[in-house]
């Protein structure tokens, strides 16, 4: 997507040890005009497949998510990270996070994800793909179908997306970045 690796390229900031910082349009302070042109690509991308829900995990996969279902008008379901006490017919998946190398849980409610929901997984950053992996248990602990995951951003030289192709189902990623160094960033082909 040409506008979202122009923008990357413009206002991203890139650091050593391959970390991209895009707090300024996506992680802290938000664009909604290129959030909705990332919800019309995914749109272009998943619009075909029989999804009746969008799923997201906070924080910052809502923003995209939104705009998707927004388009598609299919409601938004978001994993939480916290697990609240008021939550009713809790589901929850363990997910290692590698940068901050702790365990912690994701949860969801059975009112909102049940076996009659078949559904897209959105979120802003593929880079191990480890959270993906939890929603992807979640997802299936609550007997409902992922039929595809999407990302606004992938870290190719991480093995997130080697870990998701293994689930047999389309993976898209709206910027591939092969590289990243002290100010510098290539994407894939
Ligand atoms: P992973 O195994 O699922 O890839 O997770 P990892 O622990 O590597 O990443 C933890 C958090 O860092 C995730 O957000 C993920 O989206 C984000 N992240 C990974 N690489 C980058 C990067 O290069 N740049 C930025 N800006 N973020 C990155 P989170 O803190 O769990 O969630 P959220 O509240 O920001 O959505
Ligand atoms: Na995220
Ligand atoms: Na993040």
């Not at 192709?165 to 047999?168: M, Q």
């Not at 898209?172 to 092969?178: D, N, P, V």
């Given at each position: 997507m040409k506008l979202l690796k122009d923008r990357i390229l413009r206002d991203g900031?890139?650091?050593?040890?391959?970390?991209?910082?895009?707090?300024?349009?996506?992680?802290?302070?938000?664009?909604?005009?290129l959030m909705k042109s990332i919800g019309v690509e995914f749109v272009r991308r998943f619009g075909h497949l029989p999804i009746n829900k969008i799923v997201t995990i906070e924080a910052s996969g809502i923003a995209p998510a939104i705009m998707l279902g927004y388009l598609l008008e299919l409601p938004v379901v978001f994993i939480k990270k916290a697990v609240p006490k008021t939550m009713e017919n809790m589901l929850t998946a363990s997910v290692y996070s590698f940068t901050k190398d702790k365990?912690?849980?994701?949860?969801v409610s059975q009112d909102f994800l049940t076996p009659n929901d078949r559904v897209v997984f959105i979120d802003d950053f593929l880079a191990n793909g480890n959270a993906a992996i939890g929603v992807h248990q979640l997802i299936e602990k609550a007997g409902a179908s992922v039929l595809g995951m999407g990302f606004i951003i992938e870290k190719s030289f991480q093995k997130g997306h080697e870990l998701l192709?293994?689930?047999?189902i389309p993976i898209?990623?709206?910027?591939?970045?092969?590289f990243l160094g002290d100010?510098?960033?290539e994407f894939e082909e």
């Open positions: 900031k890139s650091f050593e040890g391959g970390i991209l910082k895009v707090d300024s349009f996506i992680n802290h302070q938000m664009d909604p005009i365990t912690y849980d994701i949860c192709r293994e689930l047999n898209e990623s709206l910027a591939r970045i092969k100010n510098r960033i």
